[in-house]
């Protein structure tokens, strides 16, 4: 896998509840069904699952703050416009 892939896979894993669910089951398993080289595997072996988790936490907060400040200011703007 190259690097770039791999970047890709671990945002997954922390963007994406499903693909991390299945790999905190079955990290290994998880890693190689996702096409993670045999090289990689051991590292992500080493991740801190609970950190893991608290940062995906985190991020969705950010996100989801993010979609209301949209959602805020698009409510503005429709209001604006409709004066």
Do not use: N
């Not at 963007?15 to 990290?27: I, W």
């Not at 990689?40 to 950190?51: F, K, T, V």
């Amino acid at each position: 896998m190259s690097h770039l892939s791999m970047e890709a896979y671990l945002a997954r894993l922390y963007t994406d509840a499903v693909t991390r669910e299945c790999f905190l089951s079955d990290p290994e398993a998880a890693a190689r069904a996702a096409g993670v080289s045999d090289e990689d595997i051991p590292a992500l072996m080493q991740i801190d699952r609970s950190g893991l988790r608290m940062a995906a936490a985190s991020y969705a907060r950010k996100r989801e703050q993010r979609c209301r400040q949209r959602s805020t200011l698009a409510e503005q703007f429709r209001r604006w416009v409709g004066r």
